[in-house]
Structures are given as C-alpha cells and as structure tokens.
C-alpha cells in the first residue's frame, strides 16, 4: 500500500503536477510576511489578501505535538519574534532561541541578498524587546493570532530567493534532520536509509482532528516491539523520503475532489498510473453516481423528482453506460487499457489515527466490470422517478435508521460493502438483515414521503438474493415473473393483490382507508403466511364481493385464484414460517406485483387515450 503512494508520487512528480512538492518542502497557509530590510531590519509587517492565508511551498515543516522544534523561514510569531498571546514569556524566547540557532546555522552559506538579510535579522533581534518594537505595535493583534508568517525582503518573498530555494534542496538530499540519524532496512524499498521517526500527518479525512492525523504511529507501548517503546517509527522502519512521499501523495489524492468520496463515515481514494484524472473521475462516476456534477451544482440536495436533479442524474447514467459498453467490447478507455492496475483504500477516522478499511488493487476494466454486475443485480422494476443507479450511499441511507443520531449500520457494512462491490464477492450479512429489518420498523406516511416496501430496499434485497443466495437472475427478473413458482415469492404476488383489493374496494365506496393490510399485517404474514392468510383471506373475500356488486373484481379474482393454486401445487397448506431468506423473496413477489399493476394501468390509460 505504502509501496503504491510512493511510486503514485513519483508519477505526480513527473506530471509536474500543482502542488506537489519536492522532498525538504511542503504546502502550508501563510497569513503575513515579515518585511525587513536588507540589513536585516524589521521595517513592516504585510498581511496576505485571504483571511485564511495563503497558500505557499515552504521549508518541510516539523511535526510538533509538545516540546520545543522550530521551522525554517515559515512559523508563527513564538518562533520568528519570541511573542505570543499564551503569557508564556520564557517559552516564548525558548522557541525563538530555537529558531534563532536553526536560521544562523542553515543560512552560514547563503550569500544572497534574502539569506544575508534574515540571518542578520535572527542575530540583532532581541524577543524581550519585542512587544515595544513599533512595527510589532501597529500590527499586534494579527501577529498575535498564532498563525504562519514568512518573511520578506523589501516586499519580495524570501522563498522565492533562487539561493535559498538551492539551499533547502541540498539540505533535504543530505537528510540532516535529527529524526533521520538512525538507518534501518526500509520495509518498502528493502534499501538501508536514514528511517523516519515520526510521519507526516494525513489531512482530508473526515472525523480526524483538522491539523491531521498519522497513518503509521506508534503512541502506546502496546504497540512498540520489544526494546523500542521510545522509537516510534523505528518499529516499522520507512525511510525520510518514502514517509515524505507517501504521505505527500496520499494528501494530494484527499485534497482533491476528483480522487475521492465520502460514503457515510469511510474516506475513499482512487489512483492509477495511467491517464490518473480521467480514470479517477470515471471510477467515482460508476461508484458515487452524479458525484462530480453535483460539485459544479449549487443545489446538490435537490430532490429527485426536480428538472436539474434529472438533468444531472440522466448524465451520470449516460456517463457509466459508456464507461461500461467500452470495457464490455474490450477497448481502451480514452488512451489508457482497461488492463491498467488500478488502486482503492478506504480511511476512517481511528482516535489520532487513520483506520485503514480496505486496499485494492484491480485492473480497470475488472473494477468496472464489478460495479456493472452489482448495479446489474440491483436493478429493479420502478416508478420514473427511481435512480437507474443505487450508489453505496444510498444504499446505507436505505437501511439506517432516520431517527438514530449515530449511525452504526454504516459504521459496520461501509467498509465491506464497498470491498464487495469493488472484488464482486458476496454482500455483507449485516446488509440483508438492516435492510429486512428497516422494512418491518417502517409505516407508509404519505405526507412524508415514505414506503414500506421502497424501491431502494426492495433492489438491496433483490442484489443479496442473487449474489449470496445464488438465486438465478433469470428466475427472480426485473420484472414480474408469473411463470415462478417459488411458495414465498407468490405469497408476496397474493398478499400484493389483496392489498389491491381492498384499495379498490375502498375507491367504490369513496372514502380513505386509515390502514391497509399491509399496515397492519405485513410484517406477520411475510414471517408467518399460515397464521396471517387466513384471516386476510376472509376480509379479501368481503373485498370482493363490494367490488362484484358494481360489476369489477373479476381480474383481481382470478389472480387470487390462481396465485392460491400455484402456492398449493407445492404444499398444502400455507407455509407456517418462513426464513429471512424466503422473507425477502416474499419482499420481491409483492414489489413486482405491485408495479406490474402500475404497469398494467398505464398501459390501460395509454390504450384508452389512443382509441
């Protein structure tokens, strides 16, 4: 895994793409610069446009959590002018003597006018007269404010000195940090380098603290081997440069928005090494459909049903079918193979760590050809609003509960339904079960919105059917199949009819049903069909015979009919119980049901307005 970021930094390197630095630098936000002139003379203080700073390629920065370690050209007012707003004095001239000493040794060399400049500054500056410096008077509250500051000569910036740009160079080829004194064989090259103590901390992952949080660490003896508990990354030894690059390459891929996705609390990453951003971009189209036209659209959360909202997800659908009928005729797709490795990892937060869910690596067609059986499995029949596309989001939307304020369902299945989607292995259990129990705990509100039985769970059912219980595509179809016989899968048609029933005799009578046989005895007769068909049975009769009286019911009838004969072609009697398994057949023979009337009406209305 850490094997793949690196050689992934070094592809980024090549492609000179933005903002990836090289080895000895690194991005940071700087809020103001300090202006001194040539003699070294603080003569202003020049705040940046942005409130939050800007962006700049400074001197690697240490990572400090406690103690006293200074940063080279680029760090807050403690360690540039020995003052800040904790009223911590002493510590304050601490950190400036720190930085004093690291400035006055790295810049010795440099005889440009920049370097001469600060190293003069760090001699002559003396932090106990500090605050009743006037330039440090007028701009008080802004250096006080704890964030970076940088220096600059006479209104240039400093980093830009092509002398000191050569010198931090050489100074990150010679390794002259005190973390890299000790030399190991490194686990990802198998090369004796200079190892890295302590690793870059990863940013972008969300739940982690917002000043990041390491991969690889060591922060308890639990976790140390015998003889290193003070050694930190001497457990695992990495080299300086590999730990650089590595993490380096892993925040570039979460800073930006065409190399990952958030699916509920897992952070998901893509790369390859051939035509990376295009790649990338259809990856996250097929897993997260919609996801990058939704970031150029001001109203994301649109509901489905809005011209903008179909409009966006009509081309997320056209994008994945073209995607998928290129691999399908074994193209390329655009000028990359669709044989190119290709490279997932799943991150969490964990504490002040990141939790690694699951690494990936496939061949691009192969994870294209994965996502199309399990979005193949999942299709459904369905209204016109309905997703072509159930991405895993969604997915774990259906089978949360709403009322929970923390979501454990997506906590356990994200991480493995994901993996399994993306290697086309069977469906967590977890799934089936949160998905079968989320449809008991569930009542039709109109005013809301809400089914039942909805297409998003009747899809996931239908998926798990197929794929853990290897039920047959061509036996539990799309659409209705009336040519099956399974015992639970017509239960679902009956119960479906007699639900159709009722809502037709309630038409003739012209009033509005307060609950439906489905609200009442769904969940009972989908669990015990022997004890709950019988009574329903007697109140369908009474359905009936309303519906005879004005002369309709007779279609409904003979469906009745020969549903009950197909179910007693196999036993006699109504089953006593079924199994989870048998429940979410009996899900799908009452979904289909019901869409095929739907179906069956539209056409009806069509025929009608025809003639």
Not at 94 to 107: M, N, P, S, Y
Not at 443 to 466: M, P, S, T
Request: one cysteine or more; aromatic letters at 8%; hydrophobic letters at 35%.
């Amino acid at each position: 895994m850490l094997k793949a970021l690196v050689d992934y930094y070094e592809y980024l390197r090549a492609q000179n793409k933005e903002g990836v630095v090289a080895p000895g630098w690194s991005p940071t936000k700087v809020t103001a610069f300090l202006d001194l002139d040539q003699e070294g003379n603080l003569v202003n203080v020049i705040p940046v446009e942005e409130k939050r700073g800007v962006e700049r390629t400074v001197p690697r920065q240490v990572e400090r959590s406690s103690g006293v370690a200074a940063n080279l050209l680029c760090d807050t007012s403690s360690y540039l002018l020995g003052i800040d707003a904790k009223g911590k004095p002493e510590r304050s001239v601490k950190c400036f003597e720190c930085a004093r000493e690291l400035h006055t040794k790295t810049l010795s060399s440099c005889e440009s006018t920049a370097g001469k400049a600060i190293r003069s500054f760090f001699e002559k500056w003396d932090p106990t007269e500090a605050a009743s410096n006037q330039v440090v008077q007028e701009h008080e509250e802004l250096l006080l404010a704890g964030r970076n500051l940088a220096f600059s000569i006479e209104g240039h910036e400093a980093l830009n000195d092509e002398a000191i740009v050569e010198l931090v160079n050489k100074r990150a080829s010679s390794l002259e940090d005190a973390d890299s004194s000790a030399s190991q064989v490194s686990l990802i090259s198998g090369e004796k380098l200079p190892v890295a103590r302590i690793h870059p901390k990863i940013k972008g992952v969300r739940g982690t603290q917002s000043s990041g949080a390491v991969l690889v660490g060591f922060n308890a003896p639990s976790f140390t081997s015998y003889g290193h508990d003070e050694d930190q990354g001497l457990n695992a030894p990495i080299g300086e440069y590999e730990a650089f690059a590595y993490s380096t390459a892993l925040n570039y891929l979460l800073s930006d928005p065409g190399h990952h996705i958030q699916v509920d609390d897992t952070t998901i990453v893509f790369w390859t090494l051939e035509q990376d951003e295009e790649r990338s971009e259809d990856i996250i189209q097929m897993v997260e459909p919609g996801a990058l036209l939704q970031l150029s659209s001001a109203s994301a959360e649109e509901p489905d049903e809005t011209p903008n909202a179909q409009s966006r997800q009509e081309k997320a659908d056209q994008k994945i079918s073209s995607i998928m009928k290129a691999v399908e005729q074994a193209k390329k797709v655009g000028d990359s193979s669709i044989d190119a490795p290709f490279f997932v990892m799943g991150l969490a937060p964990n504490a002040a760590r990141v939790s690694v869910r699951f690494f990936l690596v496939s061949a691009f067609g192969d994870l294209v050809t994965n996502i199309s059986r399990h979005y193949e499995r999942m299709q459904l029949a369905r209204g016109p609003f309905g997703r072509t596309y159930l991405s895993p989001q969604r997915i774990i939307y259906e089978v949360e509960n709403p009322n929970s304020r923390t979501s454990t369902a997506a906590r356990r299945l994200t991480g493995a339904l994901i993996r399994a989607i993306l290697t086309d292995t069977a469906y967590p259990n977890a799934l089936f079960q949160h998905a079968m129990a989320r449809l008991k705990a569930t009542q039709d509100n109109e005013e809301k919105h809400v089914k039942k039985v909805d297409y998003g769970r009747a899809a996931i059912i239908r998926a798990f059917l197929i794929k853990n219980y290897g039920i047959s595509e061509k036996e539990l179809t799309v659409d209705l199949n009336t040519e099956r016989g399974s015992v639970p899968y017509n239960l679902g048609r009956l119960f479906a009819a007699m639900e159709k029933v009722q809502e037709e005799a309630a038409w003739v009578d012209e009033r509005k049903l307060n609950s439906t046989i489905a609200d009442r005895y769904f969940d009972s007769a989908c669990a015990t069909p022997g004890i709950v068909f019988p009574v329903i049975g007697k109140l369908n009769n009474t359905h009936l015979c309303k519906l005879r009286k004005n002369g309709r019911g007779g279609a409904k009838a003979k469906l009745i009919a020969d549903l009950n004969m197909k179910i007693h072609a196999r036993t006699e009697h109504y089953p006593s119980r079924l199994t989870l398994e048998e429940q979410g057949d009996f899900v799908m023979g009452y979904w289909c049901q019901r869409q095929d009337f739907f179906t069956t009406k539209d056409k009806t209305e069509t025929k009608t307005e025809e003639n």
